[in-house]
């Protein structure tokens, strides 16, 4: 994924003039994209007013399904899975 930082070059070799932290929110008001001026990222999905998804540029990420507003699944990075099904 290219992060703001790298997207900021300009074909003409000039850059836009961006300000950090930059923080995008879906309709509802929920962060779904951040990014510092380091170039750490992180990005959510959200469903059914749930967050569905979450990665970080460090490698981090997890996943949730839900049924009738509970998880009912769970995922993560380091191998961890809670399956209920």
Do not use: C, H
Request: hydrophobic share 20%; glycine share 10%.
């Amino acid at each position: 994924m290219n992060t703001v930082k790298e997207l900021k070059k300009l074909r003409n070799g000039k850059e836009l003039d961006i300000r950090y932290p930059i923080r995008l929110y879906d309709n509802d008001g929920r962060e779904v994209y951040y990014e510092d001026s380091t170039g750490y990222w992180r990005k959510s999905k959200y469903k059914e007013g749930k967050q569905v998804y979450f990665e970080g540029s460090d490698g981090y990420w997890y996943k949730s399904e839900y049924k009738d507003g509970k998880q009912v699944y769970y995922e993560n990075a380091d191998g961890y899975i809670d399956d209920n099904r």
